[in-house]
């Protein structure tokens, strides 16, 4: 595949439109280039990370319910629940676990791959993940006909939650907490509702659950997508009703409203030397090696006093095993080659907005991240991660006067999966490329986002 280079005027004509309002970013002539066996292997990790979830689902309803989690074996894990439930209110965790949601995953699946001189770093499994709108319109621009019907791989994803129904109506339900990525959402039900679809967008404020159903704007809705956060259910109010709603069949939401998919603690419980013998069983030998491979050593940031002759399963500070997470604070900069972030059920845990990267940090801002983690736990649960340094990598982008010239800077991949009857199937990946004096990468007006040659 290859693609024509896109004019300075054509690119900036293209991006005039309300989708884009109050964004903006560096330009390129063209997208990103990505080497066949880098393509084949994002196939595999869509895949790897749908038999995640499942796995995770598994394990959290045996851990929930006091059941044994190997197959020969007396192993129970009531923490592993505890942990994933920690600060959550008990109506929101029981639908979690409700007979009408399991089973269920998030319909699009958007890791955050870093490109590291040894390969991709996992550093989050993004369950809401925005940019599916902004994704699809930057493919069509610079790739055309080679683009991936991101729209409508969306809604087939969808779709495949009401198999009985035909053209089903689809909610695209966007909270004022996510409003930037409204526009987008409206982007992509324009698009759908020219091929035919039913969809419309709406706010969950304007949903009026009734004993029948849930309906908007008078009509009953099939599906509604949640572009929500868990964590806002006392501005969302109406998501105790629409939890209601769900358990009793009357409406599909997705991605379901199950909050243990949403944590990057799942990521520590992945790492974790007591479960090891659970995800060998649980999943296939090529993606457990997979995921090894491209997730980074993930840790839970538990307070809990140890007893005088233990030590931590984590990272070793001045050549000793820690007894407290607060030895954590004492580490060198060279020790603190490390991330500190929120896990997923609080304001902070979205938007890079928690990230603490300790090779980054003076001792003191270092100090205060780690006790702060310690002493706000559980709300939120905070994790700590292995920093894997992102590759230095060169990309030609416009200059103001139309000229292009090569940027060095560091990339992120973000490939979305749609899921559809147990696939994950890659319809598209988003590159964030940011200077290379930043540490943590995301959209920003010095960056580039392109979408990728899959």
């Known amino acids: 595949m290859s693609a024509l280079p896109l004019s300075l005027?054509?690119?900036?004509?293209?991006?005039?439109?309300?989708?884009?309002?109050?964004k903006s970013w560096r330009l390129s002539p063209k997208p990103w280039p990505l080497p066949e066996g880098t393509v084949e292997e994002l196939h595999s990790i869509g895949q790897?990370?749908?038999?995640?979830?499942?796995?995770?689902?598994?394990?959290?309803?045996?851990?929930?319910s006091g059941s044994r989690i190997l197959r020969n074996g007396s192993l129970t894990t009531p923490w592993v629940a505890e942990y994933l439930d920690a600060g959550k209110p008990e109506w929101l965790v029981d639908h979690g676990a409700a007979k009408a949601v399991k089973g269920s995953v998030p319909?699009?699946?958007?890791?955050?791959?870093?490109?590291?001189?040894?390969?991709?770093?996992?550093?989050?499994?993004?369950?809401?993940?925005g940019g599916i709108g902004l994704t699809a319109f930057l493919e069509k621009l610079y790739l055309g006909e080679d683009s991936h019907d991101i729209p409508e791989s969306f809604m087939e994803s969808l779709a495949s939650l009401c198999p009985d129904t035909d053209n089903p109506s689809v909610l695209l339900t966007v909270s004022e907490e996510s409003a930037d990525y409204r526009p987008e959402m409206e982007w992509l039900a324009e698009v759908l509702c020219e091929l035919g679809h039913k969809?419309?967008?709406?706010?969950?404020?304007?949903?009026?659950?009734?004993?029948?159903?849930?309906?908007?704007?008078?009509?009953k809705q099939d599906v509604i997508y949640r572009f929500w956060e868990l964590f806002d259910h006392e501005e969302v109010t109406v998501m105790r009703e629409i939890c209601s709603a769900v358990d009793q069949g009357l409406v599909k939401v997705s991605p379901p409203m199950r909050t243990f998919q949403e944590e990057k603690l799942s990521l520590?419980?992945?790492?974790?030397?007591?479960?090891?013998?659970?995800?060998?069983?649980?999943l296939s030998k090529p993606d457990l090696k997979l995921l090894r491979?491209?997730?980074?050593?993930t840790w839970i940031l538990d307070p809990a006093d140890l007893p005088p002759g233990a030590v931590l399963a984590g990272p070793a500070i001045g050549g000793a095993p820690m007894s407290s997470w607060g030895d954590l604070a004492k580490a060198s900069k060279k020790e603190r080659e490390l991330v500190v972030k929120a896990s997923g059920f609080h304001e902070t845990a979205w938007g890079s907005r928690s990230?603490?990267?300790?090779?980054?940090?003076?001792?003191?801002?270092?100090?205060?991240?780690?006790?702060?983690?310690?002493?706000?736990?559980?709300?939120?649960?905070q994790v700590l991660q292995e920093f894997r340094k992102p590759a230095r990598l060169r990309h030609d982008v416009y200059e103001e006067t139309g000229e292009t010239q090569p940027m060095e800077g560091r990339l992120r991949l973000s490939p979305y999966y749609f899921v559809k009857n147990g696939e994950a199937r890659l319809s598209g990946a988003l590159a964030t490329f940011c200077p290379v004096d930043k540490k943590i990468i995301h959209g920003m007006k010095d960056g580039v986002l392109l979408p990728c040659m899959i």
């Open 293 to 297: 491979k491209i997730i980074p050593p």
């Open 107 to 129: 319909p699009v699946l958007r890791p955050d791959l870093i490109v590291t001189p040894d390969g991709f770093a996992l550093t989050e499994m993004d369950s809401v993940p």
């Open 355 to 381: 990230v603490v990267v300790g090779s980054d940090a003076s001792s003191e801002e270092w100090g205060n991240a780690i006790n702060h983690a310690l002493a706000t736990f559980p709300e939120p649960v």
């Open 48 to 64: 790897a990370c749908l038999a995640f979830h499942q796995a995770l689902e598994r394990l959290y309803l045996k851990s929930r």
């Open 199 to 219: 969809v419309k967008v709406g706010r969950p404020e304007q949903l009026k659950p009734r004993p029948e159903g849930v309906f908007f704007d008078g009509e």
């Open 9 to 22: 005027p054509v690119l900036r004509s293209a991006l005039e439109r309300p989708l884009f309002a109050e």
């Open 268 to 282: 520590g419980l992945f790492w974790h030397h007591r479960l090891e013998g659970y995800w060998r069983e649980n």
